[in-house]
């Protein structure tokens, strides 16, 4: 396996031909008048921005999605500069120039920010930045995620008459987010969609891209195909928003090994009717192998003991790389066996324990298939009381990113 570094074997192995094929279940699909964009916030959720974004594209998504205005600054930086970037979150007025300057599609919840960045430009004497349909931006409508958006018919009026004082805006698209998509009452999904329903007919006809499906929306039987555009997330990096692990991964075996509760496993199973294929892997390997005595203490807090004579296995990763110390719960995999972690996982290192003696350099999979055994991002995440998106985008910058 191709290394990264040459000082520390623990790495990440992204497989852009899985990411492809995700997408590809997607445009298979999806209602012909659909867009997709692919969401490669925080790091392309742990993936590396840059790369999933190429492949996304190349694979012939629409647009990307993003958090913040620095990360659509850095997929500019990198070269993509002939794709429209959508930034999700709410940005501050006081960095329009840099909007501008890079063409990028912000989110909106009221005229404030229109004000502001006015304001802003005339202080710096940039005010002819400002020409006819400068400033892309979509308008976020709040139907219950109450994060951000505008929530009644009454705001949305006085934004549509607020917006026709400003020559320099191109007023592009609507959208809103649903709480439930992916986990929670589904009754909540209706609720919802009536409460857009109730909205978009105040929205003008020129305001061509109303959107609302993420990942999980995009398959809803009834609703997923009204939505303009597919904000795809999760699903692109092959995990169900769900975190449902797919039927035949979990074996008797792993459930034995990895002390599983069955029934808890099944409820998180809806059976997702696509065959997602996770792109991410971890590994790294043994950088110190040793047999102990009976009654050894090991790691921080002298947390564990030996109760017998054991073969002790060293990694190079701890929770500064993202391996967190509520993963201690978590067995890696050496040469196919589950290998539980001994004591608590250091900043930098942790240590397991080995059926038997292995070969210093001896591949360790943290994330990822090995033999019998599937440590499937959703799986661990349900272990760990988290979900995949945490795990995965929680990956530090350390750990370095290679890709297949
Ligand atoms: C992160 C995000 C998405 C993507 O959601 P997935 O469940 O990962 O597909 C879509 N829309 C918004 C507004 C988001 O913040």
């Known amino acids: 396996m191709y290394r990264a570094s040459e000082h520390r074997p623990t790495q990440a192995v992204v497989s852009l031909e899985n990411i492809k094929h995700n997408i590809k279940l997607y445009q298979n699909k999806k209602a012909s008048h659909q867009q997709i964009y692919a969401v490669v916030k925080a790091n392309a959720y742990g993936h590396g921005a840059i790369p999933v974004a190429k492949v996304a ?56 920010f229109f004000e502001q960045a006015f304001y802003q430009l005339k202080k710096n004497q940039q005010e002819n930045l400002l020409k006819d349909n400068q400033l892309k931006f979509h308008l976020k409508l709040d139907t219950g995620m109450s994060r951000v958006g505008v929530r009644t018919k009454e705001e949305v009026l006085a934004f549509v008459e607020g917006v026709k004082d400003y020559s320099w805006l191109d007023w592009q698209g609507v959208f809103t987010h649903f709480a439930t998509a992916g986990g ?4 909540y999904i209706d609720y919802q969609w009536e409460r857009w329903q109730d909205l978009i007919p105040y929205i003008p006809d020129f305001v061509s891209l109303r959107h609302f499906d993420n990942s999980a929306m995009g398959l809803h039987p009834a609703i997923g195909d009204h ?5 795809l997330g999760i699903s692109m990096y092959g995990l169900s928003s769900r975190d449902s692990v797919p039927d035949n991964l979990v074996t008797d075996r792993q459930i034995a090994a990895y002390h599983l509760d069955k ?30 005595e009976k009654g050894t203490r090991i790691s921080y807090g002298a947390s564990y003991e030996s109760p017998e004579d054991e073969w002790i296995g060293t990694i190079p990763i701890g929770y500064a790389d993202g391996w967190l110390r509520a993963y201690a719960n978590i067995p890696v995999l050496v040469e196919g066996y589950p290998c ?5 996982i250091n900043m930098d ?32 995440a349900h272990m760990a009381g988290t979900i995949s998106y945490e795990m995965l985008s929680c990956i530090s910058e350390r750990v370095p990113r290679v890709y297949i």
């Open 184 to 187: 929670g009452p589904l009754s």
């Open 349 to 380: 290192q942790l240590m397991i324990r080995l059926p038997k003696e292995f070969a210093v350099g001896t591949e360790v999979t943290l994330i990822g298939q090995d033999g019998n055994y599937n440590n499937h991002p959703s799986l661990l």
């Open 57 to 112: 594209l190349e694979a012939g998504v629409d647009g990307l999605c993003v958090a913040t205005v620095d990360e659509a600054i850095q997929l500019r930086k990198a070269g993509l500069t002939n794709t429209p970037i959508l930034v999700m979150g709410l940005t501050l007025p006081y960095g329009i120039a840099e909007i501008l300057y890079y063409d990028l599609t912000i989110t909106v919840s009221d005229l404030s």
């Open 263 to 292: 029934d808890s496993l099944r409820s998180t199973n809806p059976n997702s009717e696509l065959n997602l294929k996770p792109a991410f892997q971890l590994l790294s390997e043994l950088s110190y192998v040793k047999k102990v």
């Open 340 to 344: 539980p972690v001994l004591g608590v």
């Open 227 to 231: 939505s303009d555009i597919i904000r």
